[in-house]
């Protein structure tokens, strides 16, 4: 049997790997049957021999092989492998392919992994699956989380569940013996956010052209030893989250149509959504350009990095 693990929400394609291993142990505690091979530097023969090896003392094998699409270079590999899985896999032997992203589709081994009814894509959660995630994970792990902390964690983290994951145990350690649910306050307290709410502010600042706070909030970023290529990054993120929204506004849409529309969470679609007020469709476009040209001199090192965002911020205030 083959079972193929892949996507790119390595954190729950983990987990579902753990739990075929978890499983397997039950009836193998000795772990004798079970090979992990790092796929990267795995051969054709290598797995093979894994393969084939006969069960000790048990009635299966169990085989991982990890990251062998995405990683392993070999030119010869795919065929030799496609062949020797064409001829059979012994039934005492159950192989995982595990991969921490999502390979090329156009290869010969994803189709052919993909064809046995145990192949399961893993994609990133949004929206409303990530909220559901958020509250399944914090009743597992015996804590309590309101509604609209549950928003603010999803807007702050977005889908990267393995950060996700420590922040959670960090406020439900946060909340001790107290038996509260944890809030947004606690949230705004112990999360640092990757859409810092500083970023939000900095925005508002540069609509309303307050040219001194907007860069005193740029300075505090610095300050606190956020990067300059994170800082331009987040700008552009939300200079693009306004471009669109402002876009659909401007087609007659409410916050609910553009959240279902955009896929974007509802915190961030009901914050763009007011900072939009400040700016024209035209605006926002020119900004944009304006991002996307000192992008291009930071990586290019035409300019040094501070002065760029002052110089950046400076013009987005003025013009």
């Not at 142990?25 to 051969?43: R, Y």
């Not at 064409?86 to 991969?99: G, Q, S």
Request: hydrophobic share 35%; proline share 3%; net charge positive.
């Amino acid at each position: 049997m083959i079972i193929f693990l892949y996507g790119e929400d390595s954190y729950r394609s983990r987990q579902k790997l753990n739990q075929i291993k978890e499983k397997f142990k039950k009836s193998d505690p000795s772990n004798i049957n079970l090979t992990v091979l790092d796929g990267e530097k795995a051969g054709s023969e290598d797995i093979k021999k894994a393969v084939q090896a006969v069960p000790f003392l048990a009635k299966k094998r169990l085989v991982i092989v990890e990251n062998l699409l995405t990683k392993n270079k070999s030119k010869t590999l795919p065929d030799e492998l496609i062949n020797y899985i064409k001829k059979k896999i012994p039934e005492t032997t159950v192989i995982v392919f595990w991969e921490e992203d999502s390979p090329d589709e156009r290869t010969k081994l994803f189709k052919l992994f993909k064809k046995p009814q145990k192949a399961q894509e893993f994609k990133l959660l949004s929206g409303y699956s990530l909220s559901k995630w958020i509250e399944q994970e914090v009743k597992k792990r015996g804590g309590k989380m309101e509604r609209s902390a549950q928003e603010k964690l999803a807007a702050y983290v977005g889908n990267d569940l393995w950060q996700m994951s420590n922040e959670v145990d960090k406020l439900i350690s946060y909340k001790g013996a107290k038996n509260e649910p944890i809030a947004t306050d606690d949230v705004e307290l112990l999360v640092k956010a990757k859409l810092d709410t500083n970023i939000f502010n900095m925005i508002d600042a540069i609509g309303q052209k307050n040219k001194k706070r907007a860069l005193k909030l740029l300075h505090d970023q610095i300050e606190s030893g956020a990067h300059e290529l994170y800082l331009l990054t987040m700008i552009t993120y939300q200079f693009r989250n306004l471009l669109i929204i402002k876009d659909l506004i401007d087609q007659g849409k409410n916050q609910y149509q553009i959240q279902r529309e955009t896929k974007m969470h509802p915190f961030v679609v009901q914050k763009t959504f007011s900072q939009a007020r400040n700016f024209s469709l035209n605006e926002l476009k020119k900004i944009y350009q304006k991002l996307l040209d000192t992008d291009v001199a930071l990586k290019t090192s035409k300019i040094e990095p501070n002065l760029a965002l002052d110089l950046l911020v400076t013009k987005l205030c003025s013009s």
